[in-house]
């Protein structure tokens, strides 16, 4: 079975500061990962995912993440956040044909 | 672009009600999910489907039921709503190519449903 774990469920930031969201997975097998982003009273969207190659992917927003195979880390970065980046991100794990998310992350970026 | 939409944002039942969450999309996908989220819990998922009339149990299925008819829509259905069901449902839909587990999941705005 696979797992997705979201290390930190609240992260406060000032505006233009640096961060990063925290997510790390199981699986005894190869799996794809993503990041998706839900604004306030909206759905979710896609911000990146990884499926093979470079382990440094991009996405939009400015927002990119690294893929760590032997620490099982999909971690999220964005050097300079701003106001309109505040929204609930979540972190998927996709093996078979179904996807399964972290508990989710709320970034709050203050001005 | 793709759009998917769900027939409600905001939905109202008492418990006992049969309720019934719609859901459309119009970009020509096969697969189409519904999940639950709620706070701390992030999404799970109770059922999906891979084709027209086809259907698969998720993680959390108990208490719920859904129908495909035609390939752009996807129904769930409460039976007899209870107030453990009162949450946040999302549906999504997929391509389904033969990458079906690389595919990216597009999602619908939600329907928070209230069970008194």
């Known amino acids: 079975a696979q797992s997705v774990t979201q290390l930190d469920s609240q992260v406060p930031v000032f505006e233009e500061a640096p961060v990063e969201l925290r997510c790390n997975y199981s699986?005894?097998?190869?799996?794809?990962l993503f990041w998706y982003v839900q604004y306030p009273n909206q759905g979710l969207q896609l911000l990146l995912k990884?499926?093979?190659?470079?382990?440094l992917v991009k996405g939009i927003n400015g927002f990119e993440a690294e893929f760590n195979k032997s620490q099982t880390s999909f971690h999220l970065r964005k050097p300079s956040v701003h106001i309109s980046d505040t929204a609930e991100y979540f972190c998927a794990v996709s093996r078979g044909g179904d996807m399964r998310f972290g508990a989710g992350t709320r970034l709050t970026v203050k001005p | 672009d793709v759009k998917v939409t769900q027939s409600s944002r905001y939905l109202v039942k008492r418990t006992g009600e049969k309720v019934f969450l719609e859901c459309v999309q119009d970009?020509?996908?096969?697969?189409m999910f519904w999940y639950r989220q709620d706070p701390g819990l992030g999404l799970r998922l109770i059922y999906f489907?891979?084709?027209?009339?086809?259907?698969e149990k998720g993680d959390i299925p108990e208490g719920y039921s859904v129908s495909r008819e035609k390939k752009e829509r996807f129904s769930l259905i409460l039976e007899s709503a209870s107030t453990n069901q009162t949450s946040m449902y999302l549906c999504a839909s997929s391509l389904g190519t033969s990458g079906t587990r690389a595919d990216t999941q597009y999602f619908g705005p939600g329907t928070r449903l209230t069970v008194l």
């Open positions: 970009m020509d996908h096969e697969n």
């Open positions: 489907s891979y084709d027209v009339k086809m259907k």
């Open positions: 699986s005894s097998v190869s799996v794809y």
């Open positions: 990884y499926l093979s190659g470079s382990t």
